[in-house]
């Protein structure tokens, strides 16, 4: 890059550490960890998959934002109301236990973080979680957010780097490594509902990825540069790069440090979060432990106000295409339907955490199933709106290669996990 692309690369940076923030979440901290636990290196070559085979989906949130100037919901509305209805029924399917799951995960590392243990329950922690993300929200900072995740999202980066490393550097608990189980196969066995739990969230929900051209438009109108669609694809490109090269390093933890130690994670969200936080503090020393705690926790909340913003954000922008509201786009904050829209999730996610009690592992495998169900009729719209941009626009050869490769995964799975609920 000559000086002009790293200012314009600069001036466009946001959406894409945005996206990385919001899937290093639950599918790496929680997801790629216990399959390394649990499984040693059986399922990396379903987390290499599936973020190859997802990635033109998301690609194509920011792709579009930047050649039409709209968000990927306006696109859904050009190919029919029908279309618009169907991910509005989505998203409301969704959204109570993809939000519910992420702030189970974010609470039990405040949990430990501030050692509320005898303080207040869990229980209240959750509510008082809730009430700070929906708080940042309706007062409008998620600017200050924004910047504080580009540095925390270095922080947890980069110690994750450093524990890997050093986990390497140290060796493994066993040297019985398994690259590979056909109990994966058996749609009858046990270890297949966390495989396609797996892949449901790595390296996050494909329906997310109307939020990523949201959130380019919202960076275009914060940094007065509308940059081109080639700059505004290179910038999500190292997000997802960031995520992608994360997701095995959670991975090789779990794998090396608790396969073969006769011990598990724990299934409840604070001892979960305090296993994490051990895992680091393991490998790179006990000295770590502070600044681990305050980065592991602070990308999750991040992951959380972003699933907050993103829920509320896209039902808004549904709610005007239906022509419910009669505010201007520029009144985001201020409009009633945003607001109501916090509420609403943040209250439902909460039912959602009562239900499930401390049983962390249960719904995040029900949240992530229920997000790779759908996942395949999201990448068939996001597909056929960049088909229909400029030429110039249009994604190349390879990129359509591995969208159509994508598509058949996407579906394949999710109809063999449907045949799968029968036993």
Same mark, same amino acid.
């Given at each position: 890059?000559?000086?002009?692309?790293?200012?314009?690369?600069?001036?466009?940076?946001?959406?894409?550490?945005?996206?990385?923030?919001?899937?290093?979440?639950?599918?790496?901290?929680?997801?790629?960890?216990?399959?390394?636990?649990?499984?040693?290196?059986?399922?990396?070559?379903?987390?290499?998959?599936?973020?190859?085979?997802?990635?033109?989906?998301?690609?194509?949130?920011?792709?579009?934002?930047?050649?039409?100037?709209?968000?990927?919901?306006?696109?859904?509305?050009?190919?029919?109301?029908?279309?618009?209805?169907?991910?509005?029924?989505?998203?409301?399917?969704?959204?109570?236990?993809?939000?519910?799951?992420?702030?189970?995960?974010?609470?039990?590392?405040?949990?430990?973080?501030?050692?509320?243990?005898?303080?207040?329950?869990?229980?209240?922690?959750?509510?008082?979680?809730?009430?700070?993300?929906?708080?940042?929200?309706?007062?409008?900072?998620?600017?200050?957010?924004?910047?504080?995740?580009?540095?925390?999202?270095?922080?947890?980066?980069?110690?994750?780097?450093?524990?890997?490393?050093?986990?390497?550097?140290?060796?493994?608990?066993?040297?019985?490594?398994?690259?590979?189980?056909?109990?994966?196969?058996?749609?009858?066995?046990?270890?297949?509902?966390?495989?396609?739990?797996?892949?449901?969230?790595?390296?996050?929900?494909? @329906?997310?990825?109307?939020?990523?051209?949201?959130?380019?438009?919202?960076?275009? &109108?914060?940094?007065?540069?509308?940059?081109?669609?080639?700059?505004?694809?290179?910038?999500?490109?190292?997000?997802?790069?960031?995520?992608?090269?994360?997701?095995?390093?959670?991975?090789?933890?779990?794998?090396?440090?608790?396969?073969?130690?006769?011990?598990?994670?724990?299934?409840?969200?604070?001892?979960?979060?305090?296993?994490?936080?051990?895992?680091?503090?393991?490998?790179?020393? &006990?000295?770590?432990?502070?600044?681990?705690?305050?980065?592991?926790?602070?990308?999750?909340?991040?992951?959380?106000?972003?699933?907050? @913003?993103?829920?509320?954000?896209?039902?808004?922008?549904?709610?005007?295409?239906?022509?419910?509201?009669?505010?201007?786009? @520029?009144?985001?904050?201020?409009?009633?339907?945003?607001?109501?829209?916090?509420?609403?999730?943040?209250?439902?996610?909460?039912?959602?955490?009562?239900?499930?009690?401390?049983?962390?592992?249960?719904?995040?495998?029900?949240?992530?199933?229920?997000?790779?169900?759908?996942?395949?009729?999201?990448?068939?719209?996001?597909?056929?709106?960049?088909?229909?941009?400029?030429?110039?626009?249009?994604?190349? &050869?390879?990129?359509?290669?591995?969208?159509?490769?994508?598509?058949?995964?996407?579906?394949?799975?999710?109809?063999?996990?449907?045949?799968?609920?029968?036993?």
């Amino acid at each position: 890059m000559n000086k002009r692309k790293y200012q314009n690369f600069f001036k466009t940076l946001g959406p894409g550490l945005l996206f990385a923030s919001t899937a290093i979440g639950v599918s790496h901290l929680v997801q790629s960890t216990r399959a390394g636990a649990d499984y040693s290196f059986g399922l990396l070559w379903a987390v290499l998959l599936a973020n190859l085979l997802k990635y033109p989906f998301f690609e194509y949130g920011s792709r579009f934002a930047a050649s039409r100037g709209i968000s990927l919901i306006d696109g859904y509305r050009e190919l029919g109301r029908g279309m618009l209805i169907l991910y509005l029924l989505i998203t409301a399917g969704t959204m109570f236990f993809v939000t519910a799951a992420v702030g189970a995960v974010t609470a039990g590392f405040l949990y430990q973080l501030f050692a509320l243990e005898g303080l207040i329950s869990l229980s209240t922690t959750n509510y008082l979680l809730f009430a700070i993300c929906m708080g940042i929200l309706l007062l409008g900072q998620y600017k200050a957010l924004d910047r504080l995740i580009k540095i925390v999202g270095s922080v947890l980066f980069i110690s994750t780097l450093v524990a890997v490393a050093s986990t390497l550097w140290r060796g493994p608990q066993s040297n019985d490594f398994i690259w590979f189980d056909s109990r994966f196969f058996h749609i009858s066995d046990p270890a297949f509902p966390f495989l396609i739990a797996l892949m449901g969230w790595m390296p996050t929900a494909v @329906d997310l990825s109307a939020w990523n051209s949201l959130w380019t438009l919202e960076r275009q &109108k914060e940094s007065g540069y509308k940059g081109s669609p080639q700059e505004t694809v290179r910038e999500f490109r190292f997000g997802y790069i960031v995520s992608a090269l994360l997701a095995p390093c959670f991975m090789i933890l779990g794998a090396y440090l608790v396969y073969g130690s006769g011990s598990s994670l724990p299934n409840s969200s604070v001892a979960f979060a305090g296993s994490i936080i051990d895992l680091y503090t393991e490998s790179i020393g &006990k000295w770590s432990t502070l600044i681990i705690s305050a980065a592991a926790f602070s990308i999750m909340f991040g992951t959380s106000i972003g699933v907050f @913003d993103g829920y509320a954000r896209s039902a808004h922008r549904v709610w005007e295409l239906l022509g419910q509201s009669k505010q201007k786009k @520029d009144a985001l904050h201020q409009s009633r339907s945003y607001q109501l829209m916090l509420i609403v999730l943040g209250l439902g996610a909460l039912i959602v955490i009562e239900a499930f009690g401390t049983s962390l592992r249960a719904l995040v495998d029900f949240a992530t199933a229920i997000s790779f169900l759908v996942a395949p009729i999201i990448a068939y719209a996001n597909f056929r709106l960049v088909q229909a941009l400029p030429p110039a626009d249009r994604p190349g &050869k390879v990129l359509r290669f591995l969208s159509y490769f994508g598509l058949i995964f996407l579906s394949g799975f999710s109809l063999v996990y449907l045949y799968s609920l029968r036993y």
